[in-house]
């Protein structure tokens, strides 16, 4: 296992701004947004001028990259060309693993799983897996649903976050069951009452959840993924550099 940064924990910056900030942290690994929000890399951006993208991601202050962030808003052919392009993009700069996110609550379930049957083949053409990100307001909210998805969908894998079973509508369900698909890890620290708190105030067990995936012989990345929110009580540099060195004791 090692520890990386998100360019998506600094949404109001450019991704070369990003990249740059999470060199001044010293991180050494990075998982790029490819998203149609903020100003960072986007998915039609990818599409259309794979080349650009591609010698874009391939400058990154001497950061390797380790995962894509794919999110947009495109749906149909529409997405599966930017999905397409960013396995692309992925492949080209040496990445294994892309993060999805799950579909909103109420879309069908069977559609569902065909459309991730979709983006997985893409992903597989390019030797690349793609990773269901555990979020709320989506299907992959309900563990059970989850553990559904990966089952009818062969090949795809759980971007896990543990804050998602500590807050929220499933605080204290045991995730265990879900290690066993988990190809992707985001962490931050978390508590009963709020998403993202503190480093140290919240109730993220690291070196159980470290432990846990060691078993399972994961040896992929550990993503710090502390979102800077604009909090004047939070300096969001310290907190990137606290967790990162908590986890650097860890593995």
């Known amino acids: 296992m090692y520890v990386a940064g998100s360019t998506e924990c600094f949404p109001r910056l450019s991704m070369e701004a990003a990249l740059t900030k999470l060199s001044d942290l010293e991180y050494t690994r990075v998982e790029i947004a490819v998203s149609d929000e903020g100003r960072q890399l986007q998915p039609a951006e990818v599409a259309e001028n794979l080349e650009g993208s591609i010698r874009r991601c391939r400058d990154i202050h001497r950061l390797t990259p380790v995962a894509y ?43 569902e ?100 995936l060691d078993s399972l012989k994961y040896r992929r990345s550990l993503t710090v993924h502390i979102v800077e929110d604009g909090s004047a009580e939070i300096d969001h540099d310290s907190e990137m550099r606290k967790l990162r060195l908590l986890l650097e004791t860890l593995v």
């Not at 991730?116 to 059970?144: K, N, Y």
């Not at 089952?151 to 879900?178: E, R």
């Open 113 to 212: 799983v065909n459309r991730l049957r979709e983006l997985v083949r893409l992903a597989g053409v390019e030797g690349v897996l793609v990773s269901l990100r555990t979020e709320p307001q989506r299907l992959s909210q309900d563990p059970e649903t989850l553990l559904s998805l990966c089952n009818h969908v062969k090949g795809l894998g759980i971007a896990f976050d543990p804050s998602h079973y500590v807050h929220g509508q499933f605080a204290g369900y045991d995730y265990t069951p879900l290690l066993q698909h988990v190809t992707h890890v985001m962490l931050r620290d978390t508590n009963e009452h709020k998403r993202q708190v503190q480093v140290g105030q919240g109730n993220i067990d690291y070196g159980r959840i470290i432990t846990q």
């Open 69 to 111: 962030a794919f999110r947009s808003k495109a749906k149909g052919q529409e997405l599966y060309d930017q999905f397409a392009g960013t396995a692309k993009l992925a492949k080209a700069t040496k990445t294994v693993i892309i993060t999805v996110s799950a579909s909103e609550l109420g879309y069908p379930f069977n559609e």
